[in-house]
């Protein structure tokens, strides 16, 4: 496993994986950066692997701030919390299914979406063992709701929802006692982005196109509150590829990877850094999509208040 630096001018080893080097997704970093899912294990910076952590087909969150335990919906819908070192998962659900769940930055409450007894489908907040529930968000426009992630100051909530066959729509909902909803944007497929951790209104998304026709996907970036219009520099170099967004670094730059057009999940792409001031950076050549971004979280926020508006 291997490290390069913003600069792309340094290289490190990590860790030789050895057996964990089969089959590996986009690692995901701690929120302190010191620990790393490969696969379905956590690897430590010594080297040493825990024991199976969550079944294959799951993506697990890290709890917050310091990564201890983890949390991931399994295959029957039931929330699920696990020590991040092993030991037995407890279910900590409280809804008839839930579909996506993520950890408030603040570490004592998770947000999780779902249906409840009762039928009613949205965004609900609870402490990190499933309890005092609360929804924050009826799902009347929307039957599925997925890709939670908070902002790290804590007050938005980023996700996306289903309206329809071809309808994916990107929100993010302010919690608290004046709660809104905003849509960001709106596609026929479902949006994979990135909200930076050092300003929630940074943001870039990737959509697919059609890969059988040779479509590019879309690839948006947003940086309210940064500068006035500014835009991240790309060159020909990009035309007729798909910019899949990494992660966000420290001023305004982002981490993307650049990949042919094609359907194939196989198809290589090259890492680069863009920023609204330079030439994009070039970083590793021919990634096959194991690439993410290692960075320790700012401070944790005050958890959510007692206040909270349910909004449509």
Same mark, same amino acid.
């Given at each position: 496993?291997?490290?390069?630096?913003?600069?792309?001018?340094?290289?490190?080893?990590?860790? *030789? /994986?050895? &057996?964990?080097?089969?089959?590996?997704?986009?690692?995901?970093? $701690?929120?302190? +950066?010191?620990?790393?899912?490969?696969? &379905?294990?956590?690897?430590?910076? &010594?080297?040493?692997?825990?024991?199976?952590?969550?079944?294959?087909?799951?993506?697990? #969150?890290?709890?917050?701030? @310091? +990564?201890?335990?983890?949390?991931?919906? *399994?295959?029957?819908?039931?929330?699920? @919390?696990? $020590?991040s070192?092993?030991?037995?998962?407890?279910?900590? +659900?409280?809804?008839?299914?839930?579909?996506?769940?993520?950890y408030?930055?603040?570490?004592?409450?998770?947000?999780?979406?779902?249906?409840?007894? *009762?039928?009613?489908?949205?965004l609900?907040?609870?402490?990190?063992?499933?309890?005092?529930?609360?929804?924050?968000?009826?799902?009347?426009?929307?039957?599925?709701?997925?890709?939670?992630?908070?902002?790290? &100051?804590?007050?938005?909530?980023?996700?996306?929802?289903?309206?329809?066959?071809?309808?994916?729509?990107?929100?993010?909902?302010?919690?608290?006692?004046?709660?809104?909803l !905003?849509?960001?944007?709106?596609? !026929?497929?479902?949006?994979?982005?990135?909200?930076?951790?050092?300003?929630?209104?940074?943001?870039?998304?990737?959509?697919?196109?059609?890969?059988a026709?040779?479509?590019?996907?879309?690839?948006?970036?947003?940086?309210?509150?940064?500068?006035? #219009?500014?835009?991240?520099?790309?060159?020909?170099?990009?035309?007729?590829?798909?910019?899949?967004?990494? #992660?966000?670094?420290? $001023?305004?730059?982002?981490?993307?990877?650049?990949?042919?057009?094609g359907?194939?999940?196989?198809?290589?792409?090259?890492?680069?850094?863009?920023?609204?001031?330079?030439?994009?950076? /070039?970083?590793?050549?021919?990634?096959?999509?194991?690439?993410?971004?290692?960075?320790?979280?700012?401070?944790?926020?005050?958890?959510? +208040?007692?206040?909270?508006?349910?909004?449509?």
């Amino acid at each position: 496993m291997r490290a390069a630096a913003v600069t792309a001018e340094d290289v490190t080893c990590l860790v *030789d /994986l050895g &057996d964990l080097a089969a089959n590996i997704r986009s690692p995901i970093w $701690s929120p302190l +950066g010191d620990r790393v899912l490969l696969g &379905d294990r956590a690897l430590s910076q &010594d080297g040493t692997a825990t024991q199976k952590l969550f079944p294959l087909g799951v993506i697990p #969150g890290w709890s917050r701030p @310091k +990564g201890t335990s983890l949390v991931y919906v *399994d295959s029957k819908g039931a929330l699920m @919390k696990r $020590s991040s070192y092993g030991g037995e998962p407890m279910n900590i +659900g409280f809804l008839d299914r839930h579909d996506a769940v993520t950890y408030h930055p603040a570490g004592e409450h998770v947000a999780t979406s779902g249906v409840a007894e *009762d039928g009613t489908y949205g965004l609900y907040l609870a402490t990190n063992i499933g309890g005092e529930p609360r929804l924050v968000a009826r799902g009347e426009a929307a039957r599925f709701i997925t890709n939670l992630d908070f902002s790290e &100051d804590g007050r938005w909530l980023y996700y996306t929802a289903r309206h329809g066959a071809r309808d994916w729509h990107l929100h993010r909902l302010l919690l608290g006692e004046n709660a809104k909803l !905003e849509t960001l944007a709106k596609a !026929e497929k479902n949006f994979q982005y990135t909200v930076s951790p050092f300003n929630a209104d940074m943001l870039a998304w990737f959509v697919a196109g059609d890969c059988a026709a040779g479509q590019n996907g879309t690839f948006e970036v947003r940086l309210r509150g940064h500068s006035e #219009g500014p835009e991240m520099r790309r060159g020909q170099r990009f035309d007729r590829r798909n910019i899949h967004v990494v #992660g966000w670094l420290r $001023s305004a730059k982002l981490v993307v990877r650049a990949a042919t057009t094609g359907c194939s999940t196989a198809n290589p792409g090259d890492v680069y850094v863009l920023s609204t001031n330079e030439a994009p950076r /070039l970083i590793h050549k021919e990634n096959y999509g194991s690439v993410s971004v290692r960075i320790p979280m700012p401070p944790p926020p005050p958890p959510p +208040g007692e206040e909270q508006e349910v909004v449509a």
